[in-house]
């Protein structure tokens, strides 16, 4: 996807979002991020990547 900036009209490669967790998943996502040596956004966008796939393939068998 891309989107064009006001100001600078140059495509923007990824977009910024805000997103609430309960707390006990937060932690969670902490303690992954923390025992991999990334950050939390990057645990947060894998899975993220993991689930979208596996809807993915989901629907592929459905429409077989």
């Known amino acids: 996807m891309m989107i064009m ?4 009209r140059k ?3 990824k977009i ?3 997103i609430s967790f309960p707390q ?3 932690a ?3 303690k992954i991020a ?3 040596r990334v950050s939390l956004a990057w645990v947060v966008r894998e899975a993220v990547e993991i689930y979208l796939k596996g ?3 989901e629907k ?4 077989r």
């Open 5 to 8: 900036t006001n100001r600078v």
């Open 34 to 36: 923390y025992e991999k």
């Open 16 to 18: 910024r979002s805000s």
């Open 55 to 57: 809807q993915k393939e």
């Open 60 to 63: 592929n068998a459905k429409d």
């Open 24 to 26: 006990e998943i937060y």
């Open 11 to 13: 495509p923007i490669d």
């Open 28 to 30: 969670t996502l902490e």
